[in-house]
């Protein structure tokens, strides 16, 4: 059925097709935007040739400054060629902070689709932009290669290849991601108790929750894989247990055991510069996977949870926590920007593939929950955090990296408001049936999803005492 906005949509498309057709000369470049936006421009463009096109009062606006940046947006594919033009300079946003374009994304994934003119349109157009911005050229240096080169650097998800892989998303600064992340250092997604909490009681929260779902207790031992600057182990050592983190970036690792000596828990926590295949210890009480299995490759989530399993005692608890598709379908590795500046090699697939992985290796799966509202929330504080010290993060890391996180978060929140990637925890147990399950509770309190600025977000709250262990 056609509906009165696809008429109008169809229409838009029409008029500014006929609008280029009907000229014999050379068009312009906001002509050719407006020709495969269909005329629907949800933002003010300008151009270096002097062209512009959409609303004159639009509040975001994108300005293309230099010949190259339409290079990077004609050979880039998807998203990567937006990311090349704008990291480099060559692409300038208006009406956002560079550390929160989330507003201007926000309006372009919202209102802005592409279509694909007819054949003797696009002729048109490709001779209007210039033969010579077809051929690729080089890409910024904060780019990573293609994954087919990576080959070089080794296997994918090898411990080589892997090694590189963290030291390209982790070791960009302590002194940056304390801006970032602020005092808490976690770079994983926190539980908010309340919309209006701090990302700080957020993120003190989440450890709460894994701790307790963990059923740990003073004198319990946990491993915590993917350990990241030690939050897991250092709250767990803080309350009597014997942690032990391991994560394959160096300054992760010297900034967490820093803060274990600052905070006099060398008896208790400690945090290994390694792989967490070369685990050695067993007979954990508990394991905490808290932000590692998007690194870990989707045909090895049989061998990872085989090794986590085995690093348990019998009845054990293990707590995975990862971003997740929303299906079970979709390719798993990363594309584009997001693969290229973010997370080399890293992949995604949904809860259920996680689930039945975890099962098939012997593990007993308690209890499943998707906490995909609270990682919006938490890219958002992340987000103010950058813009508030913007000034800061450029002198430490640079112009371009800086944008790229910028860009990054943002599109991420956006991604976790609308559904395309989402959080879950999966609990497991090292057992079927045993004797020592009778402590858990017969059924775990919860409360259901409360919406509050178009925003929804789980809020925990305090289980009635008939339910508290």
Not at 334 to 358: C, H, K, M, N, W
Not at 405 to 423: K, N, P, V
Not at 428 to 457: E, K, M, Q
Request: one cysteine or more; proline letters at 6%; charged letters at 25%.
């Amino acid at each position: 059925m056609t509906t009165p906005k696809d008429r109008t949509d169809a229409a838009a498309r029409d008029d500014a097709a006929n609008t280029a057709e009907a000229g014999s000369g050379k068009l312009t470049l906001a002509e050719v935007l407006e020709i495969f936006a269909g005329g629907r421009l949800p933002l003010r463009f300008t151009a270096y040739d002097g062209s512009s096109a959409g609303p004159e009062n639009a509040p975001f606006g994108l300005d293309l400054k230099t010949p190259r940046g339409t290079t990077y947006l004609v050979t880039g594919f998807g998203d990567l060629g937006l990311a090349r033009a704008y990291i480099t300079g060559d692409l300038g946003i208006e009406g956002v902070h560079p550390g929160d374009p989330y507003e201007l994304l926000k309006a372009l994934t919202a209102s802005l689709e592409f279509t694909r003119p007819p054949a003797r349109l696009m002729a048109q157009i490709v001779r209007s932009i210039g033969f010579e911005h077809l051929r690729p050229i080089a890409p910024p240096p904060q780019e990573v290669p293609p994954r087919w080169r990576r080959v070089a650097g080794g296997l994918r998800h090898s411990k080589t290849r892997d090694a590189e892989a963290i030291h390209h998303h982790y070791d960009v600064s302590n002194t940056f991601y304390e801006w970032v992340l602020g005092s808490s250092m976690t770079y994983t997604c926190a539980c908010y108790p309340r919309l209006d909490a701090s990302l700080e009681e957020a993120q003190e929260n989440k450890y709460r929750l894994v701790f307790e779902k963990l059923r740990l207790k003073p004198g319990d031992r946990l491993l915590d894989v993917g350990c990241g600057w030690g939050g897991m182990a250092r709250y767990a050592a803080r309350r009597g247990v014997q942690a032990v983190g391991v994560t394959l970036s160096r300054e992760q690792t010297s900034w967490a055991q820093r803060a274990i000596a600052e905070e006099g828990l060398a008896e208790r926590a400690e945090v290994r510069y390694g792989d967490y295949r070369d685990i050695a210890e067993t007979g954990f009480d508990a394991v905490s996977s808290i932000g590692l299995l998007e690194h870990i490759g989707v045909r090895n989530y049989a061998s990872y949870f085989r090794f986590l399993r085995s690093r348990l005692r019998p009845g054990g608890l293990l707590l995975n926590h990862c971003i997740t598709r929303c299906d079970n379908k979709a390719e798993p590795a990363a594309q584009g920007f997001i693969d290229r500046y973010v997370f080399p090699d890293g992949e995604l697939t949904g809860s259920g593939r996680i689930i039945t992985e975890a099962q098939d290796a012997g593990l007993e799966v308690l209890h499943e929950e998707n906490l995909r509202p609270h990682y919006a929330l938490t890219l958002r504080d992340w987000c103010a955090n950058l813009v508030e010290h913007w000034d800061e993060a450029v002198a430490e890391i640079g112009l371009p990296a800086a944008k790229v996180w910028g860009l990054y978060m943002a599109g991420s929140r956006l991604a976790f408001e609308s559904g395309g990637i989402e959080l879950h925890h999966v609990l497991a147990v090292n057992s079927r049936g045993n004797s020592d399950d009778a402590d858990l509770p017969l059924r775990p309190w919860w409360t259901p999803y409360r919406r509050a600025a178009g925003v929804a977000a789980v809020l925990p709250s305090t289980p009635p005492r008939s339910v508290r262990r």
